[in-house]
């Protein structure tokens, strides 16, 4: 049974940092591509950030310059640390694994960021 748990979310002030933890289990994270999305309010989800199995890193291109993916593998956990936060980055981040043979997408339930101006 897959099941990643997203934590860290918080209220913040503009400027300041977040790191969001994706705990795996079921999987080892270092086979599958694992990304962070977000949902901000009224809006579609989108990609923030993705590491490969190899270990290569991908942003959403707005955002690449403030948030970085990381993980650590004795610790099957997913990080997103977060910095110059500002109020369009609140929003519902969601992490996803996605298996490399069949290419099937576990989510999970994601947690609250909100940055107040």
């Known amino acids: 049974q897959v099941q990643l748990v997203e934590s860290g979310g918080a209220l913040v002030q503009t400027g300041g940092s977040l790191r969001l933890s994706c705990a795996a289990s079921?999987?080892?994270?270092?086979?599958?591509?694992m990304g962070w999305y977000r949902q901000c309010p009224g809006k579609r989800r989108e990609l923030v950030a993705a590491i490969t199995a190899p270990g290569t890193t991908n942003y959403a291109d707005s955002l690449k310059e403030r948030f970085t993916i990381s993980r650590d593998a004795a610790k099957s956990t997913v990080y997103l640390q977060m910095n110059s936060l500002e109020p369009e980055d609140t929003a519902v981040y969601y992490c996803k694994a996605t298996s490399p043979t069949f290419g099937i997408n576990y989510w999970g339930r994601g947690t609250q960021v909100t940055v107040s101006s």
């Open positions: 079921g999987i080892t994270i270092t086979v599958y591509t």
